[in-house]
């Protein structure tokens, strides 16, 4: 779920879905910030309930760019 206006999204773990998933999926994220990698810091996690909350990235995903050139740039 995104919230422009606060420039925050959320990350839900949907009913039926595998909580080990969504276990690894902040492991995985939080690992990629320690390492430095460019991805948006985890502001907030509750295992408990299955969500988490990051900052707003705007932006077009890399694979949803059509020209190649400007894909590679």
Same mark, same amino acid.
């Given at each position: ?20 998933? /969504? $276990? ?10 320690? +390492?430095?990698? %460019? &991805? ?11 969500? /988490? $909350? ?10 949803? +760019?059509?020209? %190649? &050139?400007?894909?590679?740039?």
């Amino acid at each position: 779920m995104l919230d422009h206006d606060g420039g925050v999204a959320y990350g839900v773990l949907k009913k039926g879905f595998s909580q080990d998933f /969504f $276990r690894q999926e902040v492991e995985a994220r939080r690992q990629a910030e320690q +390492l430095g990698l %460019p &991805v948006p810091a985890l502001e907030e996690v509750n295992r408990d309930t299955g969500w /988490f $909350r990051e900052r707003y990235v705007d932006g077009t995903p890399l694979n949803r +760019l059509s020209d %190649p &050139v400007v894909r590679e740039q």
